[in-house]
């Protein structure tokens, strides 16, 4: 009796042995496709993000054109908040331009602005109007230095005689 039951148990043994083998393929299996499915959808969702729209160095300095013609109407108004905010925006700007451009070589040569706008952050904070005039001069030649050692020289920046928007004011309101 001993041994038919010895027999037994080896042989209930052998199956729910089996059974577990079988439960860890089947799991293996199916995280398998699980990855391979996971795979497929990120290589489609790498597709989609490829053919997505995405600013072109033109669009981002556009951009900053606009920002740096506020910002000297704000500086010239001496809304030295609305001064704080453009050139927030410029280097905001700046940093999208060095994120999404990185395959353009005219990239490599935007920090040149970094301390004109240093000198034109330390005249806001100031309310200095001869440093920030003296800063932005020295932001827009910046521009153009760049411009000229990109191969854009065509591209001249000057200090802006006419309100880029007739439908700003750019007088401090808070005065």
Excluded at 112 to 133: C, E, T, W
Excluded at 140 to 159: E, P, Y
Aim: with cysteine.
């Amino acid at each position: 009796m001993y041994g038919l039951a010895k027999s037994f148990y080896f042989f209930n043994m052998k199956i729910i042995i089996g059974y577990l083998l079988l439960c860890t393929l089947v799991s293996c299996d199916r995280q398998s496709n699980d990855t391979k499915n996971m795979l497929a959808r990120m290589d489609s969702l790498q597709r989609e993000l490829d053919s997505s729209y995405r600013p072109g160095l033109g669009e981002f300095m556009l951009g900053i054109q606009v920002h740096h013609a506020k910002l000297w109407f704000a500086g010239q108004a001496g809304n030295w908040p609305l001064a704080d905010f453009e050139t927030k925006e410029i280097r905001e700007s700046v940093g999208d331009i060095q994120a999404y451009c990185k395959d353009r070589p005219e990239v490599a040569s935007i920090p040149v602005i970094g301390p004109p706008l240093d000198s034109i952050d330390a005249a806001v904070r100031n309310k200095n109007l001869a440093q920030f005039k003296a800063g932005f001069i020295a932001l827009t030649t910046s521009c153009n230095s760049c411009h000229q050692a990109t191969k854009h020289g065509f591209n001249v920046i000057q200090v802006p005689s006419t309100p880029p928007f007739t439908n700003q004011v750019f007088q401090n309101s808070a005065k």
